[in-house]
């Protein structure tokens, strides 16, 4: 393996251990649940919630580039996000818990515990970091800074609870290329049946109506 080929296989495990960090935090494994079996005690992390936050990050957000918006990878540049707003965290004395062993390829957020990677995130949506030392392109725009710690809460959850577990081997694949191999199992969790035509859908309500000169009618 050449130097630069080793360099980016270094920087793109850097980048799936701070993911895998993060969703363990939003939604961790719980095994006290595990009564209602295995599959039950699933967290974002055993249905691989880390890899469709990268795939949407680098293939799915667009940022005004001058006048322009432009489709630019952002899964390394939030991982760093991360890892700065941790570092200001570990710095600030007000990480609660005793850092955990760093495995290879991780950083300072992944070395947290998953209440101090909350933290973070806290942190990171009230802007309570010094914006100046965030890496490009979140450095001094507290607005995107807000904006992408929404994204990675409600995009992990999502990805949690829609079908995209599902499609297993097919799952980094264009959306036109995904095959469902098996029923989600966050579907299960939470007891939805799955896709049917023959759901009732809401078509209005019925609304008394009062008509000048004359009686109420229904429509």
Known sequence: ?????????????????????????????????AVYGAEQAAGAVELGIHDYLIWELDHNLSLFVGYYLANIPMASSTAMLLNAGAAQLIASGKAQDPRLHVVWGGGPFASLSCRDRIRVLAMLEHLDVDLGCLPPPYKNDGGLV??????????????????????????????????????????????????????????????????????????
């Open 1 to 33: 393996m050449s130097p630069m080929h080793a360099y980016d296989a270094m920087a793109n495990e850097h980048i799936r251990t701070t993911f895998i960090a993060l969703v363990e935090a939003i939604v961790p494994n719980m095994p006290d649940v």
């Open 146 to 219: 807000t904006f992408i710690v929404d994204y990675l809460n409600r995009g992990t959850m999502f990805g949690f609870y829609s079908e995209w577990s599902a499609y297993g081997s097919t799952r980094l694949n264009t959306p036109t290329c995904r095959i469902l191999e098996y029923f989600p199992v966050s579907w299960r969790q939470v007891g939805y049946p799955g896709v049917s035509k023959g759901y009732r859908a809401v078509r209005g309500y019925l609304l008394t109506i009062e008509r000048n000169g004359k009686e109420a009618s229904d429509a």
